[in-house]
């Protein structure tokens, strides 16, 4: 199953969270409100 599944998608392999995800998202929404941007996300 893993030959199937991207390294993206860490929610659906064993052993990883998608925490890293979230953080990197929530990093990165702070920086753009910082400077007034917009961010456009798809999920």
Known sequence: ?????????????????????????RQILEKKWGYNGSVHQLF
């Open 1 to 25: 199953m893993n030959e199937i599944i991207v390294n993206d998608q860490c929610g659906f392999h064993c052993n990883r969270s998608t925490i890293d995800q979230i953080f990197c998202i």
